[in-house]
């Protein structure tokens, strides 16, 4: 995944009076299927605009959106960009055996790869309610999973050409980021009326085998890694990486997990 897009005109909703900091719930879902996944963002990015509906002083608790954490089923995901298609390298019959489903997706970015061993993040985030943009968004995004992966021992930073976090990339000589290296987390998103949906995939233990179907998010010649490649037996389990992750997001997103 890459860069978010846009889907929505701009936000023009009241904001809540500042100062108060709102709730993000997390909800651990496990084994998802891709289909299945889109379609709970769907509902959800409609009940968090609905909440824009509640009146000042209803007695609401003041929350800023849904995040779900799960897995999927092995699937390469493939962008509306024009080029994104050419970027699925294996024929039908090598996605078979491999056991690896194709999914159209109206995220941001181009082409990437799904699956067990892998930690998929959907907030469902109101940005208007903690008062960011999307390019901000983004970036938060990057530096929460960054801060997960330096807890756990693994160097991790921007790049400058590319969205995504990445590990051993050299130093960037005009500022901030690094230039190179290899891809531990993809992200792209998309954004309706300022709900954002779609989100980030963080490679825990995945099978970085299948990232050879695919030229990955249409960057040729850049490799993925995981936490487990990096790390090895120090590896943490899902679940220590989910709860780094929420702290993580929570903090960046200027929110209570809840």
């Known amino acids: 995944m890459a860069e978010g897009e846009n889907a929505a005109g701009g936000g023009g909703s009241e904001r809540p009076t500042a100062g108060t900091t709102p709730v993000l719930e997390f909800r651990r879902l496990g084994r998802v299927g891709y289909k299945s996944a889109y379609e709970l963002q769907q509902e959800l990015v409609a009940e968090v605009l609905g909440w824009r509906e509640q009146p000042p002083g209803s007695g609401a608790p003041d929350r800023a959106g849904i995040v779900l954490m799960l897995e999927h089923d092995p699937v390469v995901t493939v962008s509306n960009r024009p080029s994104a298609a050419t970027n699925l390298v294996a024929s039908p019959e090598l996605l078979a055996r491999a056991g690896v489903a194709v999914e159209p997706t109206d995220r941001g970015g181009d082409i990437t790869y799904h699956g067990p061993g892998q930690l998929v993040v959907y907030p469902i985030l109101d940005l208007n309610r903690v008062h960011l943009r999307l390019h901000e968004y983004m970036r938060r995004l990057e530096a929460a999973v960054i801060a997960t992966c330096v807890g756990f021992g693994v160097s991790a930073a921007r790049d400058v050409s ?15 980021g690094t230039v190179g290296g290899r891809k531990i987390c993809a992200m792209g998103v998309r954004v309706r009326q300022w709900v954002s949906l779609h989100g980030l995939a ?14 990955p998010c249409g960057l040729v010649g850049r490799p993925v890694t995981s936490l487990a490649a990096e790390l090895g037996d120090r590896c943490p389990p899902m679940e220590a990486v989910m709860d780094r992750l929420t702290d993580n997001l929570a903090r960046e997103l200027g929110c209570q997990a809840g």
């Open 162 to 176: 590319a969205t995504g976090v990445w590990v051993g990339g050299e130093a960037n000589p005009d500022g901030e």
């Open 202 to 215: 963080l490679n825990v233990r995945t099978d970085l085998s299948h990232f050879g179907l695919i030229v």
